[in-house]
């Protein structure tokens, strides 16, 4: 019994020995990978310009929102205050997909993407998509609730960094975060 031990531990380590010399042997090779005698040096006096590259514009510039994100401290629907909405708040802020401003409305669950025209004052829902996280069903209610808001237009207003989305559905105002 002592003899198979023995054996095993031969074995053992005979095979970490080859992991090691492979594992070692592959970083030598890598490291001489990009590494050549004939690379061309620059020559003395030469000019040598930095690459100038444009950064594009953020894509929530010009829009609706600005590059700013707006978190709900409360709100009211047809049955009065919807406290979740200053515990649990929603968060919203806006991008350019596309051709098209599209709403990234963050909910104790999930986020949805609310693509919209924007007139005026009013954002008209185009398309909506939601991810796909699984929710407790109080969380699952508040995007149902959420999604409920922006299948209908929206009328909005940003004063002084506050933000206040209303229509039939409900009222909700939003502080710049």
């Keep these: 019994m002592r003899s198979t031990r023995l054996e095993g531990a031969a074995v053992q380590g005979?095979?970490?020995?080859?992991?090691?010399g492979v594992t070692m042997a592959c970083t030598l090779l890598l490291s001489g990978c990009g590494q050549s005698g004939n690379v061309p040096r620059a020559t003395p006096g030469a000019s040598i310009q930095p690459l100038t590259t444009q950064q594009p514009e953020p894509f929530c510039e010009g829009g609706p929102l600005g590059c700013s994100t707006f978190t709900s401290v409360r709100g009211s629907d047809a049955t009065g205050d919807v406290a979740w909405l200053g515990t649990q708040p929603l968060?919203?802020?806006?991008?350019h997909v596309n051709g098209e401003w599209t709403l990234l409305v963050k909910t104790p669950c999930n986020v949805l993407n609310v693509e919209v025209s924007v007139q005026d004052d009013v954002w008209a829902m185009r398309s909506m998509v939601a991810s796909a996280m699984g929710c407790r069903e109080l969380e699952g209610s508040?995007?149902?609730w959420t999604a409920k808001l922006f299948e209908q237009p929206v009328q909005w207003n940003l004063d002084d960094g506050v933000l206040t989305l209303s229509n039939s559905h409900a009222t909700i105002e939003l502080k710049e975060s």
Excluded: A, D, P, R
Aim: charged share 5%; hydrophobic share 35%.
């Design 91 to 95: 968060q919203i802020s806006s991008t």
């Design 14 to 20: 005979s095979s970490f020995w080859s992991v090691l």
């Design 142 to 144: 508040y995007e149902g």
